[in-house]
Every structure is written in C-alpha cells, then in structure tokens.
C-alpha cells in the first residue's frame, strides 16, 4: 500500500482524511464534517461542501472501488443529482449511515436504485418524490439492515420497495403508490406502520413480518397479498381497505383484534390456521366472523367454517339487547349455553344425563306422593287438581308423542320429551360439525 493510498481493505484511492479515502474515513467535527452535532436540520449538522463532494465522487466512481464499509454521511440529493443524465444506482453494503439518509424531488428523467445491505442507518430514511409522472422513479431495496430511526415515503410513482431480514423502527407509506412489486418480508417493525390512502399495483407481501402497530386506512392492494405467518401485536382494522384479488392470512398471529366490518374483499381469502391469541375477544365483530367463516365456506373447509359460525353468533349475541329482539335474545342465548353454537357435545351430552336424573327421581317422588304438600281437605286442592288432569289431557291429545307419555304424568312427560329431543339434536348437530369436512 502506498503512502498516499486509503489503508482499507483493498481500497486504492488517495487518502482524503488521515490514512483513509474519503470514503471510509471518520465523518466527525473535529475532522470538519460536522459543523453542529446539536443543529434541529440534517442539512445544518453537515460541512455540506464536504458530503457533495463525497456523493459526486461516489457516483462518479461506482465500479471503481469497494462498495463495502464506506462511512456515508447522507445524500444530498438535489444539487447532484441534477448533474446526471442517467438511471443511479446506489449500493450501500456493510456500512453505517450515521444520519438522516434522503432522497427527493428530481425533475429530470432520472431513476434512483437504492440497495442498503447489511448495514445500519443512524437516522431515518426518507424518500419524498410529490410530482405525478407516468414512470416510477424510484427502487429501493433493504435486505439485514438495521434502522434505528423511521422510513418514511411519501411518492405518487414509486417502483418498488423490498425489505428483508430487517428492523425498523417505523414506516410511514402514507399517501404513496407502488407500481411494483412490494415486499416486506421476515422483518419487524418496531413502533408505527402506516399504510394510510397506499396504493400496492402489484404484489404485496408481508410475510413473517412483526407489526407492533399499524395503520391500514384506506389501502388499497390490486394484486396478490400476502400476510403468511405475519404477527399482529396490536389492533388490526381494515377499514375501507380494499382487496381486490387473493390474500393470504395464513398462519398469521393476532394478539388483539381483527377486525374486516368496513373491509371490501373482492377476490379469495385464506384464513387457514390463523392464530388468535383470545378467540373470543379477537374477533372484532359479527361481520369479521362472517367473512372468515365465508372464506372457508367457498373452499369446503367445513370444519373451519363451522368453527367461525360459531363465532358469528357469539358476536350476535353480545351486540343485540333483549330491547331489540327478545325472541331472539333468548335462542341465542339457548344455543349458546347448550351447545356453543354446534362446536361442544359434551355440554348437551352433560345436560341430557342431568335431566335424566331429575326425570328419574321427579317420577318416583310423584309415584310415592312424596311432593304431595297440600291436604285432600284444603279447598285449594282440587282446583289444582283439575290443572293438572287438564294439563294431562292436554298432552295427552298431541298425537305424535301420545305412545310416549307415562299415564297419570302426561304434561311432565312431554316437558321432559321436548327437552330431551332439543338436547339430542344439539348433540346431533354438534357430532356432525365436529366429524364433517
């Protein structure tokens, strides 16, 4: 290595700063590079004579020497990008950004490539490119890399954007379109995420990505998405979200609730094997339930379906008052404690056996009169006596359950006979629902 030659690995350039080149020097204030630590802009912070100088000599030499470890303070977009005449590509590998890295408007043709790998970004990274064009300008990758501060875009045509194997601290998509194809895959995303009023044109993909907290107002996704094996740590509601073609929960992690009351899914959904922390508290409302339980209904997963049937009319039950519907209330409530809407038998089954025994010992205590509690000689006795021969006959002269009435006990015995045939079909139904697919 020459004396007037960067000591970094393999690096051939002149020493700008000390033993190194511009690239992979120290960028601090006592070498001039930061004018004011404490200043409120990232633009103030910076010798800005400096960082152009280290951009325009970056992009001036791509291919020219190691794209690894470089120290990059952040892009100063507008005065050096208007130089050139050509798509730029930036690849950012194994190296430490140590402030705020932005990229905006550029009024020329020109497309920005942006790949940040295995590398740490001190500050946010934003993208702000406002002005409508027919072409997208912009392609950012992100794969293993570490971001202490937010992403934010904000663009009307923006290519596409990949992020793998990474950890942010936010994103804020608000108001942007995606042509491309969009990935966030294996990642987390620390605090907000934000996907208010974002258009995804082709393929969105979230898979095996943490949300800690979102915001999916408004979005719509044109294409295939995909939410496989993704967690949801807080509230998730897509409300006024549009899904136009097949998306994918599958194997996703809810913590709290989901909820799709506002939500238009206009192609398949596949909900399968979904983890919901709280069954009964996670589904947000009876119309979620609904469309979770179509999604399985169209594929003939009747085992599933029946299981967010039974959901539905959960969230049924708790949303109507007996003010609104008594009748209703009350089946509701019946078929609930009987069955769980069809998904127990052992409940039914339990509830048969108990009434068994009170049948079993309401007939010998009857047969013994050992409930005989008012005297012959009461005056009372018998018009209560006439209640009951006319209650017996009553039952008696219903035809289908005549050969089934103990004699003397007719109306008691047709009491229990319709308790017994409502629980056994509940039991019925119950077996059916578990065992069918």
């Not at 000390?18 to 004018?35: A, P």
């Not at 630590?37 to 970056?58: D, H, P, Q, T």
């Not at 017996?392 to 047709?414: C, R, T, V």
Request: aromatic share 12%; proline share 2%; with cysteine.
């Amino acid at each position: 290595m020459g004396k007037n030659k960067c000591s970094h690995d393999k690096c051939q350039l002149d020493v700008y700063d000390g033993e190194k080149c511009i690239f992979h020097c120290e960028k601090t204030k006592d070498n001039g590079w930061i004018i004011d630590e404490k200043a409120s802009s990232v633009e103030s912070r910076w010798n800005l004579k400096k960082v152009e100088e280290f951009w325009r000599l970056y992009l001036d030499k791509t291919h020219d020497f190691p794209m690894k470890s470089l120290i990059p303070p952040f892009l100063l977009e507008k005065r050096i990008l208007f130089e050139r005449d050509k798509d730029i590509k930036l690849s950012i590998v194994n190296c430490i950004i140590l402030d705020d890295f932005i990229i905006t408007d550029f009024y020329n043709d020109i497309k920005v490539h942006l790949l940040i790998f295995k590398s740490i970004i001190r500050g946010k990274l934003s993208l702000f490119n406002s002005r409508n064009r027919v072409k997208p300008q912009t392609s950012i990758v992100l794969i293993e890399t570490l971001h202490e501060g937010n992403i934010k875009i904000f663009s009307s045509t923006t290519d596409s954007f990949r992020m793998q194997n990474s950890t942010v601290n936010s994103l804020d998509f608000t108001n942007s379109s995606f042509e491309g194809k969009v990935e966030i895959s294996n990642s987390v995303i620390k605090k907000d995420a934000s996907f208010e009023n974002t258009v995804f044109k082709q393929v969105a993909d979230f898979s095996n990505t943490t949300f800690y907290q979102n915001d999916f107002t408004n979005t719509l996704f044109e294409d295939t998405t995909s939410f496989i094996e993704s967690k949801f740590c807080d509230n998730v509601d897509f409300k006024y979200t549009v899904f136009e073609k097949l998306v994918i929960f599958r194997k996703a992690i809810f913590e709290k609730s989901i909820n799709f009351e506002d939500s238009i899914i206009k192609g398949e959904a596949n909900f399968l094997n979904i983890i919901l922390k709280n069954k009964e508290i996670n589904i947000a409302n009876t119309e979620t339930a609904r469309i979770i339980k179509h999604s399985f209904d169209k594929v003939g997963n009747t085992i599933e379906a029946n299981k967010y049937f039974a959901y539905e009319m959960k969230k049924e039950r708790e949303s109507i008052s007996i003010k609104d519907d008594l009748n209703k209330k009350i089946m509701l409530n019946l078929n609930y404690w009987i069955s769980n809407f069809g998904q127990s038998w052992i409940r039914p089954l339990s509830i048969i056996l108990v009434v068994a025994i009170l049948h079993t010992l309401l007939i010998y205590g009857v047969d013994s009169k050992n409930f005989q509690i008012i005297n012959p000689s009461n005056p009372i006795y018998d018009f209560l006596k006439w209640i009951v021969d006319f209650s017996n006959n009553l039952a008696y002269n219903i035809l289908p359950f005549k050969k089934s009435l103990i004699h003397g006990q007719e109306f008691i015995s047709l009491v229990f006979l319709i308790i017994y045939s409502t629980l056994i079909y509940n039991l019925i139904i119950a077996v059916k629902r578990i065992t069918k697919r």
